[in-house]
């Protein structure tokens, strides 16, 4: 798992704005449902995110497509 990582947050459940490039880091003790998290550049409050590998079909289409994509999604908290 890296230390950080650098994601674009659409509908930030803080503030509701979308975000370009936030610098997510790694909680110290990462649970079941929060491994990442960042401040809210508008407000400085916590974004909390997971990262989640795609399954195998998925992953097999995103090769087929030509271009090497990263095979991860990222899922935001809504809480
Ligand atoms: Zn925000």
């Not at 798992?1 to 003790?29: S, Y």
């Not at 649970?31 to 079909?57: L, S």
Request: aromatic residues 6%.
């Amino acid at each position: 798992m890296k230390a950080e990582i650098i994601v674009d947050v659409k509908r930030c459940a803080r503030c509701g704005e979308d975000h370009q490039k936030v610098v997510f880091k790694k909680l110290t003790r990462p649970g079941p449902r929060h491994q990442y998290w960042a401040p809210c550049p508008k407000n400085q409050e916590p974004i909390m995110m997971r990262v989640v590998e795609m399954d195998t079909a998925q992953a097999k289409d995103a090769e087929t497509n030509g271009e090497q994509m990263e095979v991860k999604t990222f899922v935001f908290s809504k809480e």
